[in-house]
């Protein structure tokens, strides 16, 4: 079955304090791997979506990486405003497969 | 563009009652979902949608029916609500292989 795993479950870090979250899965023959926000009492909000092994896609403080066991969201001197849950979802290659979450690493940021 | 609206926002129900959430989007989209929301269990899927007239069963789909009658609209029901069912509910819309677009959600009581 598939599985996706996300670590730690909540990060707290000071203003500029760059660090990382982590996805693992175990999808056989990986469709896609996508990055989501989730803000309090809010729905997902998409960030990245990531196709193969080596890619790298990055939006303002945010990159995330992806080889072919995990994804990591790279978090480069964050701010307050970074605050959130973020949520990690892998789609498998058959057919019209829905994605399949991870239970979110929920981060907070310190000023 | 609205993207996807859900309808009610809040909601508490008593134990045997029925509702209806309502999900419209407005983006053209062939694919929507309804997934639940649990402290500690992340975004489970409940049922979804690749077109008009068809639906599928997800990972917890036992105490749900839905029914989609027009490409827009996707609608999730409860036919005897039981306290298993309190959590948050969050409906999303794509095209294929794209990332989900989710609405802003409907926080259910059932006492």
């Known amino acids: 079955e598939d599985q996706v795993t996300q670590s730690p479950e909540a990060l707290r870090l000071q203003e500029g304090e760059s660090s990382s979250l982590n996805c693992s899965y175990t999808?056989?023959?990986?469709?896609?791997l996508f990055w989501y926000r989730q803000d309090p009492g809010k729905g997902p909000e998409f960030l990245f979506t990531l196709y193969s092994a080596g890619e790298e896609k990055e939006k303002e403080r945010l990159k995330a990486t992806l080889t072919k066991k995990e994804s990591f969201l790279h978090i480069t001197a964050p701010k307050p405003e970074d605050s959130a849950t973020y949520l990690c979802?892998?789609?498998?290659?058959?057919?019209?497969?829905?994605?399949?979450f991870g239970k979110g690493t929920r981060l907070s940021v310190i000023a | 563009n609205a993207g996807v609206t859900q309808t009610p926002k809040f909601r508490v129900l008593k134990t045997g009652q029925s509702m209806t959430l309502l999900c419209a989007q407005d983006?053209?989209?062939?694919?929507m979902y309804w997934y639940r929301q649990d402290p500690g269990m992340g975004l489970r899927l409940i049922h979804y949608?690749?077109?008009?007239?068809?639906?599928a069963k997800g990972e917890v789909p036992d105490g749900y029916n839905v029914s989609r009658l027009k490409k827009q609209n996707f609608l999730l029901g409860l036919e005897s609500a039981a306290p298993s069912q309190t959590s948050v509910y969050f409906c999303a819309s794509s095209r294929q292989g794209n990332g989900y677009t989710f609405g802003s959600g409907t926080r259910l009581t059932v006492v």
């Open positions: 999808v056989s023959g990986l469709r896609g």
């Open positions: 983006m053209n989209h062939e694919y």
């Open positions: 949608s690749v077109g008009e007239g068809t639906t």
């Open positions: 979802a892998v789609q498998a290659p058959s057919g019209n497969t829905p994605l399949v």
